[in-house]
């Protein structure tokens, strides 16, 4: 997708997007693994990055990505 798509510029959205996807985790995932992307996209979408969102990505990542709560579908 993103060589078609996307400009040259825009490319590290889709490897932030990919670091939230489940099937893009590795096997064994750090409790901190995609935070910094998820903080990143927050910033880029204008979206408020909480305490909240943090923990429930972590649920998320917890649930191999099948529970997704509130926050994270705002």
């Not at 959205?13 to 099937?23: F, Q, R, S, Y």
């Not at 996209?41 to 408020?48: H, K, M, T, V, Y």
Request: negative net charge.
């Amino acid at each position: 997708m993103d060589a078609r798509l996307l400009p040259q510029k825009d490319k590290s959205l889709c490897e932030l997007i990919g670091t939230v996807l489940p099937n893009h985790w590795p096997e064994t995932l750090l409790p901190e693994h995609g935070e910094e992307a998820v903080k990143e996209l927050c910033q880029r979408f204008l979206l408020p990055y909480s305490g909240e969102l943090k923990t429930e990505y972590r649920e998320y990542k917890d649930s191999k990505g099948c529970s997704v709560e509130q926050t994270m579908t705002l």
